[in-house]
C-alpha cells in the first residue's frame, strides 16, 4: 500500500509570499493529483502528473519521480487561495482507485 | 453536464438507521469511485465501478455498506445499521479514462447521532 506523506500539515503565509507544499510517496505510481478542496468539503483537482512540470496561472506542480516526490508552488499567494491542498496518486496496473495524503491546510493572511 | 451531482449534501441520521447516498457522475464518464474523509484526513478509498460492474472493494467497506450501480449511469451507497463512526463526508468522483483525471463532487456529509 503507498504511503503519502504531506509537509507541511499546517501553513501561514502573508499575502505575497510564495508558498511550497511538499508530497512524497513510498511505492511506484502512474499518475500524481494534486487537489484543492474548501470548507465545505468540494474537491477540485488541479494538476495531474506523471513527470516534469505543469503550471496553471499561479500555480505550479512538479514531480521527481525517481525520488518519488512532488511538489506544489502558488507564486504570488492571495487570501483566495485558502484551502487545504491534497497529494494524491494513483498506482495504475488496474489499482485505480487513489490514495491520498493527509492535506495542508493553508491559510493566506491579507 | 454540470459535474459531478451528491445527494442529500448533508445528512443526520439516528445511530442504527439505513441511509443511502446518490452519486450522478458526468454522463460520458464510465469510472465511478466512492471515498470516504473523516475530519482532519484524507479521502480513503472505498470502490470503484467501471460501468455497471463493482471492480475493486476496500477493506472498509463492511458488510453494513454496499453499492450499486445498476444502469452504469448513477450510483448509490448504503449503509445499514449505521454507527457513529460512519459519520465522514463521503466522496464521489468520476473520470473517463486515467489521463484525463477525476471529477469529483461535493460529497455528502453523514452525522451519526
Known amino acids: 500500500k503507498n504511503e503519502v506523506e504531506q509537509s507541511p500539515q499546517n501553513l501561514t503565509a502573508q499575502e505575497g509570499e510564495f508558498i511550497t507544499i511538499n508530497c512524497s510517496y513510498s511505492?511506484?505510481?502512474?499518475?500524481l493529483h494534486w487537489l484543492q478542496q474548501h470548507p465545505g468539503g468540494g474537491i477540485v483537482s488541479l494538476f495531474m502528473l506523471s513527470s516534469g512540470k505543469k503550471k496553471h496561472g499561479r500555480l505550479i506542480a512538479t514531480i521527481n519521480i525517481q525520488e518519488k516526490h512532488s511538489s506544489l508552488h502558488i507564486t504570488a499567494s492571495h487570501p483566495r487561495d485558502s484551502a487545504v491542498y491534497i497529494c494524491?496518486?494513483?498506482?495504475?496496473?488496474?489499482?485505480?482507485?487513489?490514495?491520498f495524503g493527509k492535506g495542508t491546510h493553508l491559510i493566506i493572511q491579507p | 453536464d454540470t459535474g459531478v451531482s451528491q445527494d442529500p449534501r448533508h445528512k443526520i441520521t439516528k445511530r442504527g438507521q439505513n441511509v443511502t447516498f446518490r452519486c450522478d457522475p458526468i454522463?460520458?464518464?464510465?469510472?465511478l469511485y466512492w471515498y470516504r474523509q473523516t475530519l482532519g484526513q484524507g479521502p480513503e478509498f472505498l470502490t470503484y465501478?467501471?460501468?455497471?460492474?463493482?471492480?475493486?472493494k476496500s477493506r472498509l467497506l463492511s458488510d453494513r455498506f454496499s453499492a450499486e450501480r445498476p444502469k452504469g449511469s448513477f450510483s448509490t451507497l448504503e449503509i445499514q445499521r449505521t454507527e457513529q463512526g460512519d459519520s465522514a463526508m463521503y466522496l464521489c468522483?468520476?473520470?473517463?479514462?486515467?489521463?484525463?483525471?477525476?471529477?469529483f463532487g461535493s460529497g455528502t456529509r453523514l452525522t451519526v447521532v
Open positions: 454522463s460520458e464518464h464510465n469510472r
Open positions: 465501478f467501471q460501468n455497471e460492474a463493482q471492480l475493486e
Open positions: 511505492v511506484g505510481i502512474s499518475a
Open positions: 494524491a496518486v494513483c498506482e495504475g496496473g488496474g489499482a485505480d482507485g487513489l490514495t
Open positions: 468522483a468520476s473520470s473517463f479514462n486515467l489521463k484525463n483525471g477525476y471529477t
